[in-house]
């Protein structure tokens, strides 16, 4: 006669890291508060009782807080971000800028996570000296975790709409510094560069370094604030060489500024 099988209960655990109490059920893990507490201990043998009554699941998944759909992200993230083996340098920009959302508002119902809140964290980001370009790649990579998290039935379906009302910070109307500016490399580092080069990088490397000594300084400041710029000068020229106006130049110098 075979031994009959018995129902393994999810166990009470300490996450290291965060020193909270954990329970994992459906896959799911779910902080339970301080660990070795009264209410952690209070809220795992509720979750565990509903969890046994149905099925071994959750009745509903509204109850999720935004530390649990950032953990979720975090591990599609580890994964699908990767390159010959090793995770890319997006996966560790993602970590950082969760990091932020995770200070801020991990305890709190993901579903309640809108505009302002994101307008909160990316305030944070300001106050902590990050430069404006990279706090606009981090905005974006939060939005794309509640994207995701909508995809997947973590939150509800408006959420992702809502974040993207969220609009990035422009140059010059926000508090947040700019970078600093990308310069050409220098003559002597280009020719001793050039030998290791294949002819075909070696030409197109040339080529860039003739546009890089254009002179800009007499076009409107709009534009010629971007003068050290490789990628502004070969847009400038193809500008020129169709006889562009100075209103088309202004114009090519407010798309720069949104973009950078």
């Known amino acids: 006669m075979s031994k009959p099988s018995t129902l393994r209960v999810p166990s009470y655990r300490r996450h290291k890291s965060s020193g909270q109490a954990v329970v994992t059920i459906n896959s799911r893990d779910i902080y339970l508060g301080k660990w070795n507490s009264a209410a952690s201990k209070a809220e795992y043998d509720r979750l565990v009782a509903e969890s046994l009554t149905h099925g071994r699941q959750l009745q509903s998944n509204s109850d999720r807080t935004v530390v649990e759909v950032l953990n979720a992200y975090r591990k599609f993230a580890e994964s699908y971000y990767r390159k010959d ?3 890319t340098s997006e996966y560790n920009g993602i970590k950082d800028a969760l990091k932020l959302v ?9 579903n309640e996570f809108g505009p302002l809140a994101l307008k909160a964290v990316r305030q944070r980001m300001i106050d902590k000296g990050w430069s404006r370009s990279t706090i606009n ?6 939005r794309r975790c509640f994207k995701w998290a909508v995809e997947n039935g973590l939150v509800r379906n408006d959420m992702y709409h809502g974040l993207m009302a969220v609009s990035g910070l422009r140059m010059g109307r926000s508090d947040a510094r700019e970078a600093e500016p990308v310069l050409p490399v220098d003559d002597v580092t280009v020719e001793v560069t050039l030998p290791h080069l294949t002819p075909p990088r070696t030409k197109h490397t040339r080529e860039r370094v003739r546009e890089s000594a254009f002179d800009v300084s007499s ?5 010629s604030r971007f003068r050290d710029w490789n990628v502004r000068c070969c847009s400038i020229m193809q500008i020129l060489n169709a006889g562009s106006t100075a209103q088309q130049l202004g114009k090519l110098g407010r798309e720069f500024a949104e973009r950078f």
């Open 85 to 87: 083996g090793r995770v």
């Open 102 to 110: 995770r200070e801020f508002y991990g305890r709190v119902s993901a």
């Open 137 to 142: 790649k981090a905005i974006s990579r939060i």
């Open 219 to 223: 076009l409107p400041s709009t534009v």
